[in-house]
């Protein structure tokens, strides 16, 4: 049970403070009281000083990844605000509350990263009797792409079917559209919220298998003090925006301002927002 975000910016490097300003970046950070299970980032920018060959190096990459994940909550991580400013043409960021009693270890920690690919995951994927998938034996996991994840959560399971698809050659929003109609012929009342980042796009699904907010969330929230917060815990919401350095899009759970008159839009369950992060065109689809 986690918080998600994600912008992808017109092949210029922005930063999340820039996107979104200071005040919201410190409303999302300020989730992580609750979501206190770790946190982690996922940044797509052109290297500032790429590598060279000279030294046996293989020709640099046109566009460089940095990945950062902690087990530390993001409010008490000093690196947060460092990665907020960071310049990058796309990213993912990651509030986790873990669930289903899987492991609080760096391996489960997101966004997962494989094959150029970064992902990160909102839900709980388990049957009506509380058992998660990753105690499911039964269940067609496809190992080489699932230990290519390097995860060993249900969110990494997820991570490993849109490989799977990938390979089959499909593109990467219908990749993901396949993943999830597969997962709920067996867990058709799971979340599927995600986005996924490659070096040429982001996308962002709402799936949620249950759009009301679950009693046991609630009681989670209720808890510090912000149950409010709680009532819309499964919507997703996306805007455009137009920075002084770049134009794109922006995608995040809900729990911190995102008002109508500031462009903000559902994005309704069984909907993806396919963004390039190379010219900030975005399109709505179905799954």
């Known amino acids: 049970m986690c918080r998600l975000l994600g912008f992808a910016a017109a092949g ?36 500032v000083e790429p590598p060279y060959t000279r030294d046996g ?75 998660n998938i990753v105690n499911n034996r039964r269940y067609p996991v496809n190992q080489g792409a699932f230990l290519a994840t390097g995860g060993q959560s249900d969110s990494a399971i997820f991570f490993s079917v849109i490989l799977e698809f990938i ?27 995600c986005m996924i980042q490659s070096e040429d796009q982001l996308i962002a699904l709402c799936a949620a298998g249950r759009e009301v907010t679950s009693p046991r969330i609630v009681e989670i929230y209720d808890r510090y003090g912000r149950g409010e917060q709680a009532h819309d815990y499964r919507v997703m919401r996306y805007r455009a925006f137009d920075t002084a350095d770049a134009s794109g899009v922006v995608v995040a759970s809900s729990g911190f301002d995102q008002r109508d008159e500031d462009g903000w ?3 309704h369950n069984d909907e993806m927002v396919v963004v390039s992060n190379r010219t900030g065109r975005f399109r709505v689809r179905s799954i």
């Open 265 to 267: 839009k559902v994005l």
């Open 167 to 193: 390979g089959f050659g499909f593109a990467l929003d219908e990749a993901v559209a396949q993943a999830v109609r597969q997962l709920r012929q067996a867990y058709p009342r799971s979340s599927y919220n």
């Open 12 to 47: 210029a490097n922005t930063s999340l403070k820039a996107v979104l300003g200071a005040s919201a970046v410190d409303e999302f950070r300020g989730l992580s009281e609750i979501h206190n299970d770790g946190w982690g980032v996922g940044l797509l920018s052109k290297p």
């Open 57 to 131: 190096g293989a020709p640099a990459p046109e566009t460089g990844v940095q990945l950062y994940k902690s087990t530390v909550a993001a409010r008490h991580d000093s690196v947060f605000d460092d990665f907020a400013e960071a310049p990058a043409r796309s990213g993912l960021w990651h509030l986790r509350l873990a669930s289903s009693n899987l492991p609080l270890i760096m391996e489960n920690q997101q966004p997962f990263f494989a094959n150029g690919l970064t992902f990160i995951h909102n839900g709980d994927i388990s049957d009506d009797n509380g058992v």
